[in-house]
């Protein structure tokens, strides 16, 4: 079992930078890779990126490629979303999940996911 725990998320003006945290524990051994999905209100939750626990690789989705970067505290076993230049359509509750690199298809375990609000 591996236990997430997403915080970070919040309000922020369009243009303007957040970061997300996802905070694992328990069976962190297990763990191929860790990522981001995101839902906004009425569509389908959507890939954003991930990160390969074992050298830190990392790949996004085209629609946030170059503004959103995924890195790793080892000690801490925590992945962070740093997300800039943020448009009202990235508003959605974001989730971290663990699965196989690229993009966490079939994810075992999620995060209870986080808000983030982008205002125009």
């Known amino acids: 079992q591996v236990q997430l725990v997403e915080s970070g998320g919040g309000l922020v003006q369009a243009g303007g930078s957040l970061r997300l945290s996802c905070a694992a524990s328990?069976?962190?051994?297990?763990?191929?890779?860790m990522g981001w999905f995101r839902q906004a209100p009425g569509k389908e939750r959507e890939f954003v990126g991930a990160?390969?626990?074992?050298?830190?690789?990392?790949y996004y989705a085209d629609s946030v490629k170059g503004r959103f970067t995924i890195s790793r505290d080892n000690a801490e076993n925590t992945v962070y979303l740093q997300m800039s230049s943020l448009t009202p359509e990235d508003t959605a509750v974001y989730y971290c999940?663990?699965?196989?690199?690229?993009?966490?298809?079939?994810?075992?375990?999620w995060g209870q996911g986080t808000q983030v609000t982008v205002s125009s």
């Open positions: 999940a663990v699965g196989r690199f690229p993009t966490i298809r079939t994810a075992t375990y």
């Open positions: 328990g069976s962190i051994f297990s763990i191929n890779a």
């Open positions: 990160i390969r626990w074992s050298d830190s690789s990392t």
